[in-house]
């Protein structure tokens, strides 16, 4: 006999509560009290290939409920995933929200996401994936760039990409390359900023430590040591946040850099004095393995993202990658060889003929020049970057 009953949808819930009642076929009436009323909606669940799809059925009526949950278990035992229409394919929707469910993120990522998976399911929620089009993919992007910004536009193109990644996947199903779209936000040849280029170097550098330190923010004095080990290190934000404890030997003076964009296969970076003393600070706050730990981060790494977007929001014309410039610009103007200056920044010099026949990493070379270039960062920052 089945569980769910006709006076199940008319049962009256106190403010808050709620109610479930399921039956076979993976059908489940769920009843919530609520300031108006009672409300109900119905839900199916099932799992195919290893993987639990929920979905909330859009009718109020209990035999078309039933109705529904048999042709999804039926699609199910055949094999096919219970969104599948014939003929035509699987519904984006469901594909969704079946990938955000297999992800595992942290809380503020997860808000994100869903915000994305929103407008992503305003608009292409009941179409087909194998039937969306690049064209359609293209307009909704500039759509929502027109509205939220470009931020939040290449955001939402890269979670629909892996929506439609997983997708084909899983399900084998033929989709657009929405990857192909990321070039909508990409401009033409880039001119640093006339700050990174013209002017003081000196007055530029102190410029950005003197904006971080006259800022509002709470944790402006740790943005300042962190700024300062990214000017010491001249790599990108994310090689600087993978950073293991494991990987510093103080012994032979070398940070071994797992991998970074250009080097797959690692890269030494010379530890002058200075760079220990930064070093050997960070690793006194570290709580895991990563040199810049975090206790709230599932990851267990500090979101270096943040200090880059609070570095862009003093409108200072300055940038984290831009600080990549700057060290460079100061090697130029001090003589520093281009091979050693470029090293430094982990560029990737000269043809692949090139380096095969040049087999060095010219880390001595670089030891020497890091140390000029950290002597200078010392002496010009001495009275701002105080460690406790």
Not at 101 to 128: N, V
Request: a positive charge.
């Amino acid at each position: 006999m089945s569980k769910i009953k006709q006076s199940d949808l008319r049962i009256k819930l106190g403010l808050g509560e709620s109610k479930r009642v399921s039956e076979v076929n993976g059908l489940t009436l769920i009843i919530t009290g609520n300031q108006k009323g009672t409300s109900f909606k119905f839900q199916h669940r099932c799992t195919l290939n290893g993987k639990r799809i929920e979905k909330i059925l859009k009718t109020k009526d209990l035999d078309e409920a039933r109705q529904i949950a048999a042709e999804r278990m039926a699609k199910v035992n055949n094999g096919n995933h219970p969104d599948e229409v014939p003929s035509h394919g699987l519904v984006f929707g469901a594909v969704a929200d079946e990938w955000f469910k297999q992800q595992k993120l942290a809380p503020r990522t997860a808000r994100h996401q869903r915000c994305y998976l929103a407008r992503l399911k305003d608009i292409f929620g009941d179409s087909i994936v194998s039937e969306i089009r690049e064209d359609q993919v293209h307009s909704a992007i500039v759509s929502l760039q027109n509205k939220f910004g470009t931020w939040s536009a290449k955001q939402t193109l890269s979670t629909m990409a892996r929506i439609l990644r997983y997708a084909k996947i899983v399900y084998k199903a033929k989709i657009p390359d929405a990857r192909d779209l990321q070039t909508l936000f990409n401009g033409g040849s880039h001119k640093h900023r006339p700050s990174l280029t013209e002017g003081d170097l000196d007055n530029n550098i102190l410029q950005i430590f003197l904006s971080i330190k006259g800022s509002s923010s709470k944790s402006k004095d740790k943005h300042i040591v962190l700024t300062y080990l990214a000017f010491l290190m001249l790599l990108r934000l994310n090689e600087i946040n993978e950073i293991k404890v494991s990987n510093i030997n103080f012994v032979d003076k070398v940070l071994f850099i797992e991998k970074t964009k250009t080097l797959p296969d690692g890269f030494k970076v010379p530890i002058t004095p200075e760079l220990e003393r930064i070093l050997r600070y960070l690793m006194k706050k570290s709580n895991n393995q990563y040199l810049l730990s975090s206790s709230v981060s599932e990851s267990g790494k500090m979101a270096l993202s943040y200090v880059s977007w609070t570095l862009t929001k003093l409108n200072i014309g300055q940038t984290f990658h831009g600080i990549r410039s700057i060290g460079r610009m100061w090697m130029h103007q001090n003589g520093i060889p281009f091979e050693v200056a470029e090293s430094c920044l982990t560029h990737v010099v000269g043809s692949a003929v090139t380096r095969a026949y040049l087999r060095t990493d010219y880390v001595e070379e670089r030891r020497q020049a890091m140390e000029k270039w950290h002597n200078y960062l010392h002496n010009l920052l001495k009275d701002i970057v105080v460690l406790e």
